[in-house]
C-alpha cells in the first residue's frame, strides 16, 4: 500500500536530484564542453550556454542509461538505497558541487557523487563495497588526465609544427568521423539497449561480415567527415578551423549530458524500478541539466575558458577530440567520469603545446584544482556516512 509519507519522501528525493542535475548543469555539464571554444573567441559565452543545455538535454535522454544503471545500482553491494539514503546521498553532492559553481572552482561532480553515494550506502547496515567496480572507475580516473593530457599535447603539437591545415585538420576530422560512427544510440538499439550507426549498418547487411559491415560504415562516415571540413579548411583556414572547432564542442555537449545525467538520476532508480519508464528519469535529469546550463554555465564557462590557459581554435581542437573519445569510452562501458577533469586535463595538456609552453598554464590554478578534486571525494564520502547516520539518530530513517 501506498502511503502519504512514502509519495512525500520519493517527491523530496526527486527534488534532490533535480537539484543535483541543476548544479551539473551549471558546472561540469553545462561549463566544460564549449570552454575551449570560448577561449578561442569562437563563440560568446551567453550563446555556449544556450546551445549546450540543448545539447545535453539530447545526450541526456539518448545515452544516460548506463552511467545511471551504475549509479544506481553498482556502487554498493548488497540492498539498494533506500529514500532517505538517497536525499542524503542527492543533497550532500549537490551542497558540494554549487559550493563549487559559485566559487569558481570545478569540483569532480564523478567524485563528489560517487563519494557520497558510497558514503551514504555504506553507512546502511548489510551493504559492503562494490569492489570490482571501484577498481574500473579509479583506473579511468587515474589514467584520464595522463591519456587526455597526453593526446592533446601531441595534437597540438603536430598542428602547431607541422601547420598543415588542409591535410592535419581533415584526417582529425576523420578520427572524429570514426567515433560518431560507433558512438552507441538508445533510439537504434533493440529495446533495453544502445547500437551505433555502424552497428545499425552491419544489421541492414546481413550477407557481409560484421566486423567488416562495421569497418565499411565507419570508415564511410570518416571519409565524408573529412571531406566536408577540408573543403571548408580549404576555402578559408581561420573559419574551417573555428566551424571544426564548435562541430566538436557540441559532440562532447552531447557527450556531457549522457555521462553527466546519470549522476543525478541514478539514485532515484531503484526507487522507481518497475513504476516508471527509466526514459522519464533521464527526461526529468535533461531538463534539470538544461536549466542549469541556461542559468548557472557562464560563469564556470568563463573560468575554464581563461583562467587555466588561452588557447587558440587548433589548440582548442586538440583539447575537444580526446575529450570526445574519452568520454564517449566511459559512456559505452557504464563508468561515471568528471567532465571537469578530462576538459582540464585536456585543456592543460594542449597548453603545454604552444610557444609558450609551461608559461601558458596556471600551475597555481591547477594545483589548487586537483586538490579540489581530491578533497571532494574524500569529503563527499565521509559527509555521506555521517549525514546518514545523523539521520538514522535523529529517527527519520
Same mark, same amino acid.
Given at each position: ?189 533493440? @529495446?533495453?539497449?544502445?547500437? /551505433?550507426? #555502424?552497428? +545499425?549498418? !552491419? =544489421?541492414? &547487411?546481413? *550477407?557481409? %561480415? ?107 581542437? @586538440?583539447?575537444?577530440?580526446? /575529450?570526445? #573519445?574519452? +568520454?564517449? !569510452? =566511459?559512456? &559505452?562501458? *557504464?563508468? %561515471? ?61
Amino acid at each position: 500500500m501506498i502511503t502519504v509519507a512514502a509519495v512525500a519522501t520519493l517527491l523530496v528525493a526527486a527534488l534532490a536530484s533535480l537539484f543535483m542535475a541543476w548544479t551539473i548543469g551549471a558546472g561540469s555539464s553545462g561549463s566544460t564542453p564549449f570552454a575551449p571554444a570560448v577561449g578561442a573567441n569562437a563563440i560568446p559565452v551567453m550563446r555556449a550556454g544556450f546551445y549546450v543545455g540543448i545539447l545535453g538535454f539530447a545526450g541526456a535522454v539518448l545515452q544516460g542509461e548506463n552511467v545511471s544503471q551504475t549509479v544506481g545500482h553498482g556502487l554498493v553491494a548488497g540492498p539498494p538505497l533506500s529514500p532517505i539514503a538517497v536525499i542524503v546521498a542527492l543533497l550532500t553532492a549537490a551542497t558540494l558541487v554549487a559550493v563549487g559553481v559559485f566559487t569558481g572552482y570545478p569540483i569532480a561532480t564523478a567524485f563528489t557523487v560517487t563519494g557520497a553515494v558510497v558514503g551514504t550506502g555504506l553507512a546502511i547496515p548489510g551493504t559492503a563495497p562494490a569492489t570490482a567496480q571501484y577498481v574500473q572507475i579509479l583506473t579511468l580516473w587515474v589514467l584520464v588526465p595522463f591519456v587526455g593530457g597526453f593526446a592533446s599535447f601531441l595534437t597540438a603539437s603536430g598542428l602547431r609544427v607541422l601547420d598543415r591545415d588542409a591535410v592535419l585538420v581533415p584526417a582529425l576530422a576523420g578520427l572524429v568521423g570514426v567515433l560518431i560512427a560507433n558512438v552507441g544510440f538508445a533510439f537504434l538499439g533493440p @529495446a533495453g539497449a544502445d547500437r /551505433s550507426l #555502424a552497428g +545499425a549498418a !552491419a =544489421a541492414a &547487411l546481413p *550477407g557481409v %561480415p560484421h566486423l567488416a559491415a562495421v569497418a565499411l560504415a565507419s570508415l564511410l562516415v570518416a571519409a565524408v567527415v573529412a571531406a566536408v571540413v577540408r573543403a571548408d579548411v580549404v576555402r578559408n583556414g581561420e573559419t574551417g578551423d573555428r566551424r571544426f572547432l564548435l562541430a566538436l564542442g557540441a559532440l562532447v555537449a552531447f557527450s556531457a549530458g549522457g555521462s553527466q545525467v546519470g549522476l543525478a538520476v541514478g539514485p532515484l532508480l531503484p526507487l522507481v524500478d518497475g513504476a516508471v519508464p527509466t526514459v522519464y528519469v533521464l527526461v526529468g535529469g535533461g531538463i534539470g541539466l538544461l536549466v542549469g546550463s541556461w542559468t548557472g554555465a557562464p560563469r564556470m564557462i568563463k573560468a575554464l575558458a581563461q583562467d587555466y590557459s588561452s588557447l587558440g581554435p587548433r589548440r582548442s581542437i @586538440a583539447a575537444l577530440i580526446p /575529450s570526445f #573519445a574519452i +568520454a564517449q !569510452a =566511459a559512456v &559505452l562501458f *557504464g563508468i %561515471p567520469v568528471s567532465f571537469n577533469e578530462i576538459i582540464v586535463s585536456a585543456i592543460v595538456g594542449s597548453g603545454y603545446a604552444g610557444r609558450e609552453g609551461a608559461n601558458g598554464v596556471s600551475r597555481g590554478k591547477m594545483a589548487r584544482t586537483v586538490a579540489a578534486w581530491a578533497g571532494s571525494l574524500a569529503l563527499a564520502l565521509a559527509v555521506g556516512y555521517a549525514a546518514f547516520h545523523a539521520v538514522v539518530l535523529a529517527g527519520f530513517a
